[in-house]
C-alpha cells in the first residue's frame, strides 16, 4: 500500500527506530520527544515498504486521549483514512472488552460514571461491614456513615488493586485479616470492600468470571484473570487472544504499564511469538499511585516479562528548548537534548499568598490575552500536587473573573466537606439561601455522613427511609429540625458535641466567630470518622482551613456575606460556560500526556512537594515537561522544596 506522506524530516534517532530491523523494541523515551510519532512512523513504514495490511496492526494505549494522539499523528503524517480506520487502535480496556465478548458469547454492560456503580459500592460497604463484625474484626473496620462521600476514592483504589493485582499475587494460602492487609499496602477496610463489591460484580464470587457489568479498568482485570485462572475456562483452539493473524503489535504509554495489562500484553504475544513487537514510554513518567503502574516492566521486567528486545532511546526534545531540557536531565540524571533556538525557560517565584498566586495567574493571562489573542486561555495550566492547595486559589481567581476548569478534582464549591461546613453554618444563621438547589441535595448528604445516625420514628427506632427524607427536605425542614435529629441520634456522640459547639459559636453571624467555629469542628478528626485514605482525611482538614484563610483575608460584613459570596461563585460556576475561555486547574497526574504553553506548578515547598519518593520526583518531572515555553515553580520563600534545591541555579527578578 503507497500513499505520499506529508513533508516530515525525522530526527537521527526517530528515524533510526522507524528503520530498526530487530523484531521486538523497546524505546526508553523522554517527555516531550515525540513518542507517539515514531511509533506511527514505524507502523507506516510497515504499511509502505513491508506489505503489512493495517487491519492485522494492534496499536494499545492506556488512555482514549492515547488513542487519539495515535489518529492524529497518522492523519497529520498523511495516512489515509483506509489505513487510520483499519489499524486495530485502542486501550488495553476496550480491547479486552471486545475480546471478552468474544469468549463470552454476550454483551456486558460497561459502565463509565461512578453515579452508575454508586449504589454497589454502598452495598459492598455494608456487606463488609457485616462481613467484620461477624469475624471479629469490627475494630479495625473503623468506616462511619454509608460511605457515600469515598464512592469515588473507593473506585480508585479498586483501580489500583486490580492493575496490581495484589490479591491475585498473594499466596495460594493469602486470607484476607487486618494483619495481611498490612503487607499488600492497602488499608484492611478498602481490600475488604473491594471483596465484597467483586463478589457481586461477578455474580456470587470473586473467583468467578461472570460479570454483571464492567467498570473502566475491570475488561483488563477481568481477562487478566481469565488467563492466568489455575483452570481456564478456555482451551488452545477458543483463547481469547486468538484472533486471526496479527502482523504487528504498538505499545504507547509504556510507561503506565501495570501487572493486569502486562498480564494481557504477555499472553498476546506468547499468541503470536513472531510477530514484531514495538513499545515506548519514559520511565520518569511512571506514577504507581495511579492505575498500578510499575517501573519495573519498562526497566529489568521487560525482558522477564515479554521476552528479549532491542532497547532504544529517544532523547531529542521537540516539546520545549534548553531552557526546560538541560534541567530536566540534570533533575532525571539523563541525556536531553534540544534544539537549540526553540523557546522554553523555567523560572522559580516566590509569592506568599494565594491571593498574590491568583494575581500572578490574572497577569498571566492578560498578557496572553493582549500578546496572543488567538491563543486559546487553555493553554495556560496551573498544575497542583493537592487539590486542597487550589481551593483559596479558587476563591481568589473566581472573585477576580478569572475562568477556569478543573482537571482531576472537584471544584471547592462542590467538596463534601466544604458543603458539610457550609450547612452547618447556614443552620448556625438561619440563612436559607446559602446554596443553588443542586448543591443544596448534596450538602445534605455530605452532612449527614460527617454526622452518622439516622432519623426517628414514631417509636424511637431509626427510620430505613432516612436518606430518602434528607434529600426530599426543604432548607428550613432539614436546617431547623433534621439536623438536630441527626446530632441527637448519631453514635458519634464527641463528633456531634464538637459541631453542636461550632454551631453555638457560629450563631452570633459574627466573622471571628466564624474562625472559632470552624476551629472548634476539628475537621481532621470528623473526617476520620468516614473517609479511609489519610490523604484524603489530610485534604478535608486542609480544605476547612482553606476556608478559615479565605475568611480572615476578605474582610465580610457577617457570616450570611460570606456564604452569599460562595453562592454567587457556584452559581457562575453552574452556569453557561460555553462562551467563556477558561484557564486549567488540574492534578499533575491528570496531566500526563498533554502539553501547554505555560505551566504554573504552586506549592514547592519542604513538606508539600518535596521528592522524598520516587513518585513524588515523578510527578515533579511530569508537570515540568508538559510546558512548551514556560514553567513557573512556586514557593512561599521561607521552605522551599528540596525538589527546587540543586536543580535551578537561577530565580526570576521576581523571585
Not at 500500500?1 to 523484531?23: D, G, L, N, V
Not at 511512571?286 to 510499575?294: C, K, M, Q, T
Not at 490574572?362 to 493582549?370: G, S, Y
Given at each position: ?23 521486538r ?69 476496550e ?20 453515579e ?105 482485570y ?19 487472544l ?20 502486562a ?47 532491542e ?6 526534545a ?27 525557560r ?169 474562625i472559632?467555629?470552624?476551629e ?90 518535596d ?22 515553580l ?22
Open positions: 500500500m503507497a500513499w505520499k506522506q506529508a513533508p516530515f524530516t525525522p530526527t537521527e534517532e526517530q528515524a533510526r527506530i522507524e528503520q530498526a530491523a530487530a523484531r523494541v523497546i524505546v526508553e523515551a523522554n517527555a516531550g520527544v515525540g513518542k507517539t510519532t515514531v511509533l506511527c512512523l514505524r507502523a507506516l513504514r510497515m504499511i509502505q515498504q513491508g506489505g503489512v495490511d493495517p487491519r492485522r496492526i494492534l496499536m494499545l494505549s492506556f488512555t482514549r486521549a492515547g488513542c487519539e494522539a495515535i489518529r492524529r499523528t497518522l492523519r497529520r503524517h498523511g495516512a489515509p483514512a483506509s489505513v487510520c480506520e483499519g489499524l486495530r487502535i485502542g486501550t488495553f480496556d480491547f479486552c472488552a471486545a475480546r471478552l465478548r468474544k469468549m463470552e458469547g454476550l454483551t456486558v454492560p460497561a459502565f463509565e460514571r461512578p452508575e456503580v454508586r449504589e454497589a459500592v454502598l452495598a459492598a460497604i455494608a456487606t463488609a461491614r457485616e462481613q467484620a463484625k461477624a469475624g471479629g474484626q469490627e475494630d479495625d473496620f473503623q468506616l462511619g456513615g454509608t460511605g457515600h462521600l469515598i464512592v469515588e476514592q473507593l473506585l480508585k483504589d479498586f483501580e489500583r488493586i486490580k492493575g496490581t493485582m495484589v490479591l491475585k499475587r498473594q499466596d495460594e494460602d493469602f486470607r484476607l485479616t487486618p494483619e495481611s492487609a498490612e503487607d499488600t499496602g492497602f488499608p484492611y477496610p478498602t481490600l475488604a470492600i473491594f471483596s465484597a463489591y467483586e463478589a457481586e460484580r461477578l455474580g456470587g464470587g470473586a473467583d468467578r468470571n461472570e460479570a454483571r457489568y464492567r467498570y473502566p479498568g475491570d475488561a483488563t477481568d481477562m487478566a484473570c481469565a488467563l492466568t485462572a489455575a483452570d481456564p475456562s478456555f482451551g488452545l483452539e477458543n483463547h481469547p486468538r484472533m486471526g493473524p496479527v502482523q504487528a503489535v504498538f505499545v504507547d504509554e509504556f510507561h503506565d504499564m501495570n501487572w493486569a495489562m498480564t494481557v500484553l504477555r499472553a498476546i504475544l506468547a499468541q503470536y511469538p513472531d510477530v514484531p513487537f514495538t513499545g515506548v514510554g519514559d520511565v520518569d513518567q511512571v506514577i504507581h499511585a495511579e492505575s498500578g503502574a510499575d517501573a519495573y516492566f519498562l526497566r529489568t521486567g521487560f525482558r522477564i516479562e515479554f521476552g528479549k528486545a532497547r532504544m532511546t529517544l532523547t531529542h521537540q516539546r520545549f528548548g534548553p531552557g526546560i531540557a538541560e534541567m530536566l536531565g540534570g533533575f532525571a540524571r539523563k541525556a536531553y537534548p534540544s534544539h537549540p533556538n526553540r523557546a522554553g523555567i523560572e522559580t517565584r516566590r509569592i506568599e499568598t494565594a491571593l498574590e498566586l491568583a494575581l500572578h495567574v490574572r497577569d498571566v493571562r492578560d498578557r496572553r490575552m493582549a500578546e496572543s489573542p488567538k491563543t486559546p486561555l487553555h493553554e495556560i495550566a496551573v498544575l497542583l500536587r493537592h487539590p486542597s492547595a487550589a481551593l483559596d486559589l479558587e476563591y481568589e481567581l473566581a472573585n477576580r473573573g478569572v475562568d477556569y476548569e478543573t482537571a482531576g478534582f472537584s471544584s471547592y464549591t462542590s467538596r463534601p466537606e466544604v458543603l458539610f461546613v457550609r450547612l452547618l453554618l447556614a443552620a448556625a444563621v438561619n440563612c436559607q439561601d446559602a446554596f443553588t438547589p443542586e448543591a443544596f441535595e448534596a450538602a445534605k448528604l455530605a452532612t449527614w455522613e460527617f454526622i452518622g445516625g439516622a432519623l426517628p420514628l414514631p417509636d424511637g427506632g431509626d427510620d430505613p427511609e432516612t436518606r430518602a427524607k434528607i434529600l426530599r427536605a426543604p432548607v428550613s425542614a432539614f436546617q431547623q429540625f433534621m439536623l438536630e435529629d441527626l446530632l441527637a441520634r448519631t453514635p458519634r456522640t464527641a463528633g456531634a458535641e464538637r459541631i453542636r459547639t461550632a454551631m453555638t459559636i457560629a450563631s452570633t453571624n459574627r466573622v471571628p466567630d466564624a472559632a467555629a470552624l472548634a469542628l476539628q475537621m481532621g478528626r470528623l473526617a476520620e470518622q468516614v473517609l479511609v485514605r489519610r490523604e484524603a482525611i489530610r485534604d478535608a482538614a486542609d480544605s476547612v482551613r482553606a476556608l478559615e484563610r479565605i475568611v480572615i483575608r476578605e474582610n465580610f460584613l457577617d457570616i450570611t456575606e460570606m456564604l452569599g459570596a460562595i453562592r454567587v461563585q457556584e452559581e457562575r460556576r453552574q452556569g453557561d460556560w460555553t462562551a467563556r475561555q477558561r484557564i486549567v486547574l488540574s492534578t499533575i497526574e491528570q496531566a500526563k500526556g498533554l502539553e501547554f504553553e505555560h505551566v504554573i506548578v504552586p506549592g514547592m515547598n519542604r513538606d508539600e512537594f521528592g522524598l519518593d520516587e513518585d513524588e520526583r515523578h510527578r515533579f518531572y511530569v508537570a515540568v515537561s508538559r510546558a512548551k515555553q514556560v514553567v513557573e512556586i514557593h512561599d520563600g521561607d521552605r522551599p522544596s528540596r525538589l527546587l534545591q540543586g536543580v535551578l541555579g537561577q530565580t526570576s527578578p521576581g523571585a
